[in-house]
């Protein structure tokens, strides 16, 4: 028989206190999402006018239409995909090897090379002198002036090097060695199998980091058609900003100009879902890595 413990009044308090605490916070995270799905199906001059604040009214799919008819936006989003999928791919083969090498004791000047790697978070170039190293290096409007300076992050090498430190046993790498395994084989066959939610958790930051990066995209491309989503929906963006100076024009190009800042509205929180639903897609296959303890029964004894 299943005893059950009473609760006491200060338990049921609390109780009511984290619920109250966990609905606010759902309230503040779903908001936004929940306004923006709704204003993406709305009539923009609804949206604008503060009278849709939760659920769609005058509901329309022709901000969809437009976003699936537009070549750029198609053209921006295979870019995005591009840039994401092969700037992980590289920030892994960075960061992975060198946060190993950097967490073996037998590692010959470990704690000097780590120490330059901490100064870089501290202390930068700046933005033209990083600028005129890329364009040096004739990185200047190519996918790689978005990839390779930021091959790697000095906070993702350090938890990688922790997590090689606390969670791969020694013992484990004496064994693997006294069999004769040498260090690649080591890494590749017995390091990296253990370390599936490393890799997972690191890939999921650098490639929600390259989906959203746009700054980068507009500071070193010139092409139009080699622009990700994200500088194509700042584009969308700072033309509707520029309807606000409707007012001080003539009439006729106010008018032209609102027409096209409602639809740039439309088509902004569109573009806004279509972009947003690949990452939420991936966080729930992700997900449980963050509380999996792969290293659970991998040493016996």
Request: hydrophobic content about 55%.
């Amino acid at each position: 028989m299943i005893s059950s413990i009473k609760e006491t009044k200060q338990d049921k308090i609390f109780l009511a206190f984290v619920y109250l605490l966990l609905t606010v916070a759902l309230i503040v995270v779903a908001y936004p999402l929940i306004y923006i799905l709704s204003a993406s199906i709305s009539n923009p001059t609804i949206v604008a006018a503060g009278e849709m604040w939760l659920l769609p009214k005058d509901i329309t799919f022709e901000g969809y239409r437009r976003v699936f008819q537009d070549p750029s936006i198609w053209n921006g989003y295979l870019n995005t995909i591009i840039y994401t999928v092969v700037g992980t791919l590289v920030n892994l083969l960075v960061t992975l090897p060198a946060a190993y090498a950097l967490s073996r004791r037998d590692f010959v000047g470990r704690n000097l090379f780590m120490i330059l790697f901490i100064v870089t978070m501290f202390f930068g170039g700046g933005l033209v002198p990083t600028y005129l190293v890329v364009r040096n290096l004739g990185l200047v409007d190519s996918m790689w002036a978005l990839i390779l300076p930021g091959a790697t992050s000095v906070w993702n090498l350090i938890v990688c090097r922790t997590f090689f430190q606390s969670s791969i046993p020694r013992e484990l790498q004496e064994a693997a060695e006294i069999d004769g395994c040498s260090n690649f084989r080591l890494y590749f066959r017995i390091v990296l199998p253990l370390s599936t939610a490393l890799i997972a958790v690191m890939a999921l930051f650098f490639g929600v980091g390259h989906w959203n990066n746009y700054f980068s995209a507009m500071i070193y491309l010139n092409q139009q058609e080699k622009y990700p989503l994200q500088l194509v929906l700042r584009q969308i963006l700072v033309l509707q900003q520029m309807s606000a100076q409707a007012g001080t024009i003539d009439a006729t190009m106010a008018t032209s100009l609102n027409n096209k800042a409602e639809v740039a509205a439309l088509v902004k929180y569109a573009v806004i879902i279509v972009a947003t639903l690949p990452i939420i897609a991936v966080y729930p296959f992700l997900q449980r890595y963050f509380v999996q303890g792969v290293m659970i029964g991998s040493v016996k004894g």
